[in-house]
C-alpha cells in the first residue's frame, strides 16, 4: 500500500513522513502513526492500527521516528524476501 501511494502521488517517503509529522519534531505519535496507517490501508480495525503501532515503534516509547520507520521497513522486505524464497519448504 505505501509503495502504491509513492508511486501514486510522485512522493519520496520522507515526504511521506513529513506530511504526518504534525508537529514537526521528527517523529510521529500514536495519533499521527494512526492517520497515516487509515490513509494507507482506509479498512483497518482499531486492533491492526495498535498492531502496526506496536510493530513499528521501536523504543516502545509510544513514538516512531523515521529511522525507525526505515529500519520496520528494511526487515520486513527482507522477511518477505526470505518467505519468497523458501515458499513451499520448511526452513
Known amino acids: 500500500a505505501l509503495d502504491e501511494y509513492l508511486k501514486s502521488n510522485v512522493m519520496r517517503l520522507t515526504d511521506v513522513f513529513n506530511q504526518f509529522d504534525a508537529d514537526n519534531n521528527g517523529a510521529l505519535d500514536r495519533a499521527e502513526l494512526a492517520r497515516l496507517i487509515k490513509m494507507l490501508l482506509p479498512e483497518s480495525t482499531p486492533d491492526a492500527i495498535l498492531y502496526f ?3 513499528l515503534g521501536g523504543e516502545g516509547d509510544g513514538e516512531v521516528t523515521f529511522k525507525e520507520l526505515i529500519h520496520s521497513i ?3 522486505t527482507a522477511a518477505i ?4 524464497r523458501g515458499a513451499g ?3
Open 89 to 91: 519448504r520448511w526452513a
Open 74 to 76: 528494511k526487515e520486513g
Open 81 to 84: 524476501s526470505r518467505c519468497a
Open 53 to 55: 503501532q506496536t510493530m
